[in-house]
């Protein structure tokens, strides 16, 4: 294993509770519109999802940027420290109502509008669960850094991640890191420009035939992907030569821009990161989550 500052870390409780899914307001509608100008309404981000699981495919819901799972929530600035802090692979657990005492896994996080933490929880646990019941995060791995690769900036992962990734280094002094496939720069959408420390980057899929070259049309929550000539270092943009690494924490999407939502989880400038297509380059089976 790598060298790591894991013993510099802290690691700090935040909170958040089950968010509703909502619906704009008036006069707003709640339709949205397709990439092809069709009114559509199915159900979007947030609340809790039964039926759409971690290592489930990404692609094909009847749903916008649908999050498998618990997605949670703080007020005001509270969120911000929520989405901040709060690492995949981080320990949650339920500190109320008649789901207490459960316990899960950060798993991802969404982006502009929604602003969540999604989380994975067994089956037994989501049918005792509703909106307001509160989870604790045991936020760790924010600073995390790697000792040899300076260059490499870590965003929301934690050193469990880490570790359950196993990156190695290649003769050419590159970290290797398996991923599902690498998305070209020109299908990274909706999230660009904005923050990368708490919230989702899209890959756009208004192009399927471009997205199929790409081997990315059987893509899986929990699939870890690279995008070429990406810069995540503070805020998503391209970059020729960097390169950023992500899981796949949102469903598809209907409309231009958008589509499979992924929490970065390192980028660098320089390049020093090797993206190796690799069978199994999903969380749920890394990290071995139920």
Wanted: hydrophobic fraction near 45%; charged fraction near 15%.
């Amino acid at each position: 294993m790598l060298a790591t500052n894991e013993t510099a870390l802290v690691k700090i409780s935040v909170l958040g509770e089950i968010a509703n899914p909502a619906m704009p307001g008036l006069p707003a509608s709640p339709y949205f519109v397709s990439a092809d100008g069709e009114p559509m309404l199915v159900p979007t981000f947030g609340g809790i999802v039964y039926n759409v699981k971690l290592g489930d495919r990404a692609l094909g819901w009847a749903g916008e940027l649908i999050q498998p799972g618990v997605s949670i929530k703080a007020g005001g600035n509270a969120n911000t420290a929520l989405g901040v802090f709060a690492c995949l692979g981080n320990r949650a657990r339920v500190v109320n109502g008649a789901a207490s005492g459960a316990t899960g896994v950060v798993t991802g996080k969404s982006g502009r509008f929604a602003e969540h933490v999604i989380c994975h929880f067994d089956d037994a646990a989501l049918e005792k669960m509703a909106p307001g019941d509160k989870v604790q995060v045991q936020a760790h791995g924010v600073g995390l850094q790697l000792a040899d690769f300076p260059d490499i900036q870590f965003k929301s992962c934690s050193p469990a991640l880490l570790e359950a990734l196993n990156p190695d280094v290649n003769a050419d002094g590159k970290l290797v890191v398996p991923v599902k496939g690498t998305v070209p720069s020109v299908l990274a959408g909706a999230g660009a420009g904005l923050g990368s420390e708490n919230g989702a980057l899209n890959l756009q899929t208004s192009d399927p035939q471009r997205f199929a070259e790409a081997g990315l049309d059987d893509l899986r929550f929990g699939d870890l992907v690279a995008v070429a000539d990406w810069d995540s270092r503070y805020g998503h943009g391209y970059l020729r030569g960097a390169m950023a690494i992500g899981v796949v924490c949102q469903g598809g999407s209907f409309r231009s821009g958008y589509g499979p939502g992924i929490a970065v989880i390192m980028t660098s400038k320089a390049p020093v990161i090797e993206p190796v297509v690799t069978a199994g380059a999903n969380i749920k089976e890394l990290m071995r989550l139920g």
